[in-house]
C-alpha cells in the first residue's frame, strides 16, 4: 500500500513538474519573440534550457511533448501559427532535439553544454532550411553568421540548464523503478 | 574543472572557428561593384528594380508596402537601406546600408527583401 | 496572385555625368501591378507628369479587379451583362485585343479573366486547382464573346475580360507614338521587364542582360516583350505552374523557359512573347518570319534558338 501511494505521489509530481516546465518554456518563448539580437532569425534560445532539461532529467517523449506544445501555443499567442515563422520554429525544434539525443546516446563524453551548442547549431540549420524552401536563398547568406551567433546562445543555455539541473526537484526521474521496490 | 569537460572545449573551439572561418571567407567574397541594381522582392515576384549607379550621393526615400505594413527605404549611389519598418524586431533596420552583392536585406515579416545585383558588365537593363 | 502595389512618393531625380555632361532624368511608377522605370537621356522637354497620368488612367480602365468612381472599366464590363459606354482609350484597347484574338487564332484571348484568377491563386496556394472548375471556366470561354457598339462594349456569356498579357505593350505602344510626335527619342521604358520601349541612348544602343545567362544583346528603336516562367509560379513534382495559360486547355505548363521578341510593335510584342510560351519552335520560327519579328527562344537556361540578326556579347 505504502509502495502504490508512494509511486503515486511520484507520478503525480513528475506531472507537476514536467507541465510547469511546459508552462516556462512558453512563456520563455513568447518572452524573447520581444527581444531581438539585430541578425534577422537568431534568438537567445532561453526556452530551450527547458527542452535540454526535460531531456536530462526525464527523457525524448517529454522533451518532444514539451517542445511541440511550446511553438504550438506560442504561435497561437503571437498569431504566427502555420505561418512561415511556425514551421521555422516547429522544423527547427525537432531536428535540434533529435541531434541532441544523438549526440547524448552517441557521445557521453559530452557534457550537457556540449550537447545544447550541437542542438543549438542545428535548431538554426532547421530554421534556414524551411526559410531557403519559402523564401529562396535570401537567408542562407546569413547562414555564417547566424551560425557562429547560435553557437555563443548554445553554449549559454547549456550552461544555465547544467546549473538548473544541479536542483534536488530535478534528480533521480530516470533513477531505475527497482531501487524504489528494495527500500520497502 | 577542464579535465571534466576537454571534449565540450575542443569541440565548441572546433565549432568557432570553422564558423569565424567561414564568416572571414564569404564576407570577403563579394562585389562591391560600382554599378549596383537593387532588386526589391517578395520573394515570388520583383517588385521593383532601382538602378543604384544612377542614383546620386543625397539619400531619397522610397515607400514599400509589404505584407502586413509598410517599409520606409532609403536610396543613395549604389546603397541602400530600410530607414523605417513596422516589423516588430527591425531587424531589417539594423542591417543598415548595403553596398555589397553577398548581403541582402531582409524583413520576413513584411515579405520584403532587397538583394544587390552587380550590373558593372553596364547592361541598361536585365530581361 | 494577389500582387502587391508600391507606393512610390519621391520626386524626379537628375543626374549630370561629369565629363560629357549628359542627363538622366529617371522615374518609376506602379500600374498595372508591377513597376514602370522611365529613362529620358538628356531629353530637356519630356513632360514626365502628362505621361503619368496617361499611364494611370490606362491603369485604372484596364483594372479587372476594382472599381473606380466615375469611370467605366473592365470591371464594370465583367460585372454587367449589358452594353457599357467607355472611354475611348478603353474601347480602341479591348478592340485591339479582339483583333489579336483573331490573329493569333485565340491563342491570345481577353476572355480569360476567370481563368487567370483561378491560377493567380494556385499560385498564390502553390496548389493545383480543381480540374473540374478549369474544364468549366474554359468552357465558358470557348461560349462566351465580346460585341461591340458605337462606344460600348459587352460580354456574352459568363466569361471576364482580363487584359494583363495586352496592357502594358498597348500603353507603351501609345506612349511610343507620343515621344515620336513630341520628338523625344532618347529614352528607355520598362514596363515590369515584360514590356519595353528602346529609343536610343544618346544615339547608341542600349546593352540588354538576359537573366541567369550572363550574356546579353545591344538594340535601340525597337520594342521588346519578354515571358518567363521565372516570375508568378509555383513548383509542384518539378513542374512548373506560371501565370501564363492556355485559353484552349486552361494548363499553366509552359513550352518554353523564357521568349524574347522584338519588333517595333509593343503591343504585339507584349502578346507574342505570352503566345510563344504556348507553341512549338517551329510555330514561332514560321509567324516570326511571317511578321518581321527577332525572337530569341530559352529552354533549361540555354538559348535554343536566336534570331540570325540578333548579336549576343558575353
Not at chain 1, 515563422?85 to 544523438?102: A, C, E, P, R, Y
Not at chain 3, 561629369?18 to 508591377?34: L, M
Not at chain 3, 480540374?131 to 462606344?151: A, H, M, R, V
Request: hydrophobic fraction near 45%.
Amino acid at each position: 500500500m505504502i509502495l502504490i501511494f508512494n509511486m503515486r505521489r511520484t507520478i503525480i509530481k513528475k506531472i507537476s513538474l514536467i507541465s510547469l516546465l511546459a508552462a516556462l518554456a512558453i512563456v520563455l518563448s513568447i518572452a524573447e519573440s520581444f527581444i531581438s539580437l539585430g541578425i534577422p532569425g537568431v534568438k537567445l534560445g532561453l526556452a530551450n534550457v527547458v527542452i535540454i532539461i526535460a531531456l536530462y532529467a526525464f527523457n525524448f517523449w517529454y522533451a518532444l511533448g514539451i517542445s511541440i506544445l511550446r511553438v504550438f501555443v506560442t504561435s497561437l499567442c503571437l498569431g504566427t501559427i502555420f505561418q512561415m515563422g511556425f514551421f521555422m520554429s516547429l522544423t527547427g525544434s525537432i531536428l535540434s532535439l533529435l541531434i541532441m539525443l544523438l549526440f547524448k546516446k552517441v557521445f557521453p563524453k559530452f557534457s550537457v553544454v556540449g550537447v545544447s551548442t550541437v542542438g543549438s547549431i542545428f535548431h538554426v540549420t532547421g530554421q534556414i532550411i524551411i526559410a531557403t524552401i519559402y523564401m529562396g536563398n535570401l537567408m542562407f547568406y546569413y547562414y555564417p553568421l547566424i551560425f557562429v551567433c547560435s553557437i555563443v546562445t548554445g553554449v549559454l543555455t547549456g550552461i544555465i540548464a547544467l546549473n538548473v539541473m544541479k536542483l534536488s526537484i530535478f534528480k533521480n526521474w530516470n533513477a531505475p523503478k527497482h531501487k524504489e521496490i528494495s527500500k520497502n | 574543472m577542464f579535465k571534466k569537460y576537454k571534449a565540450d572545449i575542443i569541440l565548441i573551439c572546433s565549432l568557432i572557428i570553422v564558423g569565424l572561418l567561414s564568416c572571414i571567407i564569404y564576407f570577403n567574397f563579394y562585389n562591391s561593384s560600382n554599378h549596383l541594381v537593387a532588386n526589391i522582392t517578395d520573394s515570388n515576384n520583383t517588385l521593383t528594380q532601382i538602378d543604384l549607379s544612377i542614383e546620386s550621393d543625397a539619400e531619397r526615400e522610397i515607400e514599400v508596402i509589404g505584407l502586413h505594413n509598410d517599409l520606409k527605404v532609403g536610396v543613395k549611389h549604389n546603397s541602400i537601406r530600410v530607414i523605417y519598418s513596422s516589423c516588430p524586431h527591425q531587424d531589417c533596420v539594423k542591417i543598415g546600408s548595403v553596398s555589397t552583392t553577398n548581403k541582402p536585406i531582409v524583413c520576413l515579416y513584411n515579405k520584403v527583401y532587397i538583394v544587390l545585383i552587380d550590373n558593372s558588365g553596364g547592361n541598361d537593363i536585365n530581361i | 496572385m494577389h500582387l502587391k502595389k508600391i507606393k512610390f512618393i519621391s520626386l524626379l531625380f537628375i543626374l549630370v555625368l561629369s565629363s560629357c555632361g549628359d542627363s538622366v532624368v529617371s522615374k518609376t511608377i506602379y500600374p498595372f501591378s508591377t513597376y514602370l522605370t522611365m529613362n529620358f537621356y538628356n531629353e530637356n522637354n519630356v513632360d514626365i507628369d502628362y505621361i503619368e497620368d496617361l499611364i494611370n488612367e490606362y491603369d485604372k480602365l484596364a483594372d479587372p479587379y476594382n472599381s473606380y468612381e466615375g469611370i467605366n472599366n473592365v470591371y464594370t464590363i465583367n460585372n454587367s451583362s449589358d452594353f457599357i459606354e467607355v472611354d475611348t482609350k478603353l474601347y480602341d484597347l479591348i478592340k485591339y485585343s479582339e483583333d489579336m484574338r483573331i490573329k493569333t487564332s485565340g491563342y491570345f484571348n481577353p476572355l480569360i479573366g476567370n481563368l487567370s484568377l483561378t491560377w493567380k491563386n494556385a499560385i498564390e496556394n502553390k496548389a493545383l486547382p480543381n480540374e473540374e472548375i478549369i474544364s468549366q471556366e474554359l468552357e465558358e470561354i470557348s461560349n462566351s464573346s465580346l460585341e461591340f457598339s458605337d462606344g460600348k462594349i459587352k460580354i456574352n456569356g459568363e466569361a471576364n475580360i482580363d487584359l494583363g498579357a495586352i496592357t502594358k505593350g498597348y500603353v507603351l505602344n501609345v506612349l511610343k507614338d507620343y515621344l515620336k510626335e513630341n520628338n523625344i527619342s532618347k529614352y528607355l521604358i520598362n514596363g515590369g521587364n515584360s514590356s519595353i520601349i528602346l529609343g536610343n541612348k544618346n544615339g547608341g544602343d542600349f546593352k540588354i542582360g538576359i537573366n541567369n545567362l550572363s550574356m546579353g544583346f545591344k538594340a535601340k528603336e525597337i520594342s521588346i516583350g519578354t515571358s518567363s516562367v521565372d516570375e508568378q509560379n509555383f513548383t509542384l513534382d518539378n513542374i512548373i505552374y506560371s501565370h501564363i495559360i492556355n485559353p484552349f486547355t486552361g494548363s499553366a505548363i509552359s513550352k518554353h523557359e523564357t521568349i524574347i521578341v522584338m519588333n517595333d510593335n509593343a503591343a504585339l510584342m507584349d502578346v507574342y512573347s505570352t503566345v510563344f510560351m504556348m507553341l512549338d519552335l517551329e510555330d514561332i520560327k514560321s509567324i516570326c518570319a511571317d511578321n518581321d519579328f527577332k525572337v530569341i527562344v530559352i529552354d533549361n537556361k540555354q538559348i535554343t534558338y536566336k534570331d540570325s540578326e540578333i548579336e549576343l556579347y558575353v
